[in-house]
C-alpha cells in the first residue's frame, strides 16, 4: 500500500466524519436544550472542526502525493470545490461561537438560553453547510473526470 492510497483513504474517512457531525448537530440542536444536549452539542462541534482540519491536511497530502498541484490549480472544479469547502468553513463560525458562549453555562449545570431568532439563524446555517458538503463530491467527480 502506497502512501497515495493511505492519505485518499484518511481524505475520505475524514469527510465522512465532517458530515456525520453536521448531521448530528443539526439534529439535536433543538428547542429546548438540556445541559447534557448543549454539552454534547459542543463536543461534537469540536469533533466537526478537527475532522475538517484533517479533510483539509489531507487533501493537501493527496494533492502532492497523486496529480500534483499544478493538476488541481488549473481546473476549475477544484476551485469551485475548495471555495464551498471555504463557504461551509466560514459559515460554521457562527454556530461554533454560539455553542461556545454556552459553556459557562452549562458548566454550571444551566441550559442555554435559547432566542426564536439564534434559533433560526444556527438551523439556517447548519443546513446550508448541509447543502454545500453534499455539493462539493459533485466537484470533486467533475475534476476526476476532467470535466
Do not use: C
Not at 476551485?79 to 461556545?100: D, E, K, M, N
Not at 438551523?123 to 470535466?147: H, K, N, S
Amino acid at each position: 500500500m502506497n502512501a497515495s492510497v493511505i492519505w485518499s483513504w484518511l481524505h475520505f474517512i475524514s469527510i465522512f466524519v465532517m458530515f456525520a457531525a453536521l448531521v448530528i448537530e443539526h439534529l439535536l440542536f433543538k428547542p429546548p436544550l438540556d445541559v447534557a444536549t448543549a454539552k454534547r452539542i459542543g463536543v461534537i462541534d469540536i469533533i466537526y472542526g478537527a475532522s475538517a482540519t484533517l479533510v483539509l491536511l489531507t487533501g493537501i497530502m493527496r494533492m502532492t502525493h497523486e496529480k500534483g498541484f499544478a493538476f488541481y490549480m488549473q481546473h476549475w472544479a477544484f476551485h469551485a470545490l475548495f471555495g464551498l469547502f471555504v463557504v461551509v468553513g466560514l459559515l460554521s463560525i457562527y454556530p461554533t461561537v454560539v455553542f461556545l458562549r454556552w459553556r459557562k453555562q452549562t458548566g454550571s449545570g444551566v441550559a442555554p438560553a435559547l432566542d426564536a431568532a439564534m434559533i433560526r439563524r444556527v438551523r439556517m446555517i447548519l443546513r446550508v453547510e448541509l447543502l454545500g458538503m453534499l455539493l462539493i463530491p459533485l466537484f470533486a467527480a467533475l475534476m476526476a473526470r476532467g470535466q
